[in-house]
Each structure stands twice: as structure tokens, then as C-alpha cells.
T-cell receptor, first 119, second 119 residues
Framework: GAVVSQHPSRVICKSGTSVKIECRSLDFQATTMFWYRQFPKQSLMLMATSNEGSKATYEQGVEKDKFLINHASLTLSTLTVTSAHPEDSSFYICSARRGGARLYSYEQYFGPGTRLTVT | AQSVTQLGSHVSVSEGALVLLRCNYS??????LFWYVQYPNQGLQLLLKYTSAATLVKGINGFEAEFKKSETSFHLTKPSAHMSDAAEYFCAVSDGSNAGGTSYGKLTFGQGTILTVHP
């Protein structure tokens, strides 16, 4: 159990266009999803925390108007990179946390990542 | 505030040798600690976690880690390296005390350690 999928796995887009990345929890309900960004040979940097039915909380330095996050259901969160530029090229990874007050509700389950290349 | 420092961005061992990946943390509250492994172009897989129970934690693939509060460390070890262990490893800390909060389970990652295993 606790499988998280991301779609697409790879995407190439032209500068100025928008790209949507989906993150789905396949076999559990995720009240909270996290979006990370990873540059080559670097660690994961948290971009935002997404709670179902409410606005996302963005980390300092992350442009909320550029990285639109929607968590419309307990199994789906989306990240839209608007007006993408080459510097937005990166590996985007989502994770999901189970809902409820169970002992292991703090655990995050990671998706396989999406490689975004902006040309 | 929490932080994680992984000593050594690259570690190289021979197949069959001991693997030791170092992690030190800083946290103002009792931490939850995690080790993740990442293979190229993939998401993160949880190896093991410490959540204030036993200080010696056993994980998957023969890995284990010991929580030492006095040293603020959570080093990852494996008695005998296998070629398939070659990957990047991330140590992460989470605030385990704020159960129920919207940022509960928020992870802070270390810089990562690339493990190379030589035949």
C-alpha cells in the first residue's frame, strides 16, 4: 500500500507555456501533499504544502503565482508551472501524507518524480 | 527550526565492505528521523525511520541506523555493501511534536550522499 503516482514522468515544453503535473495517491487518502523541487546533484527543496480543500502554503522564495497548486480531492494534487522559463527546468517530486490521527500519519510517501525541461 | 547535515557528499566502498553514511541533525523539539534512497531519475524510497521508540532502527535491504541524542546523530550503516546499493542517500528530519498541524510531517533534507560501490 501507500503508492503515489505522478504524471507525466517527463515533459518538454517551450518557454512561456504552462505545464501541469499531477500527483495521485493510489490506495490511500492524502489530506496533505508536499511538492519538492530537485536540481541536478542537489537535495530536495520543499516548495509548498498542500492541504485538501484549502490554499497551499508556500515556502519562502517560492512564487505562488508561478507555481499554482491545487488539492481538490483527497487523492489528487496538481502543480502548474505557469509561463515556464528554462530556469524552471528541474525534477519535481510530490509526496503524500495519510490523513487521520493514526500513529504513522506523519509518514510521507513519494512519487517517482517529473522531469521538466523548458526549451 | 530543523536542519540536517550529511558529512561527505560522496562515499566509495568496495563490494562486501562496511557502509557508513553520516547524518547529524539539529532540532528544537524531539525529532523524527528518516533515511531515504534515490536511484537516478526516480523518487525517494524510505529505508528506515526513527520515531522515538528503539534507538537502533532496522530498515530494508540490510540497512540500520542508530539514534544518538547526545551526539545528535543518526548514521546509516550496512555491514556488507552490494553493487545494488549504489545510489544517493538522503537523511531527513521531521518535527514529530506538532501532530495535527497543517505542516505536520514537513521534512527537511540533508544534502545527500552518493554511494559508489566498487567490485
Amino acid at each position: 500500500g501507500a503508492v503515489v503516482s505522478q504524471h507525466p514522468s517527463r515533459v518538454i515544453c517551450k518557454s512561456g507555456t504552462s505545464v501541469k503535473i499531477e500527483c495521485r495517491s493510489l490506495d490511500f487518502q492524502a489530506t496533505t501533499m508536499f511538492w519538492y523541487r530537485q536540481f541536478p546533484k542537489q537535495s530536495l527543496m520543499l516548495m509548498a504544502t498542500s492541504n485538501e480543500g484549502s490554499k497551499a502554503t508556500y515556502e519562502q522564495g517560492v512564487e505562488k503565482d508561478k507555481f499554482l497548486i491545487n488539492h481538490a480531492s483527497l487523492t489528487l494534487s496538481t502543480l502548474t508551472v505557469t509561463s515556464a522559463h528554462p530556469e524552471d527546468s528541474s525534477f519535481y517530486i510530490c509526496s503524500a501524507r495519510r490523513g487521520g490521527a493514526r500513529l504513522y500519519s506523519y509518514e510521507q510517501y513519494f512519487g517517482p518524480g517529473t522531469r521538466l525541461t523548458v526549451t | 527550526a530543523q536542519s540536517v547535515t550529511q558529512l561527505g557528499s560522496h562515499v566509495s566502498v568496495s563490494e562486501g565492505a562496511l557502509v557508513l553514511l553520516r547524518c547529524n541533525y539539529s532540532s528544537s523539539v524531539p525529532p523524527y528521523l528518516f533515511w531515504y534512497v534515490q536511484y537516478p531519475n526516480q523518487g525517494l524510497q524510505l529505508l528506515l525511520k526513527y520515531t522515538s521508540a528503539a534507538t537502533l532502527v532496522k530498515g530494508i535491504n540490510g540497512f540500520e541506523a542508530e539514534f544518538k541524542k547526545s551526539e545528535t546523530s543518526f548514521h546509516l550503516t550496512k555491514p556488507s555493501a552490494h553493487m545494488s546499493d549504489a545510489a544517493e542517500y538522503f537523511c531527513a528530519v521531521s518535527d514529530g511534536s506538532n501532530a495535527g498541524g497543517t505542516s505536520y510531517g514537513k521534512l527537511t533534507f540533508g544534502q545527500g550522499t552518493i554511494l559508489t560501490v566498487h567490485p
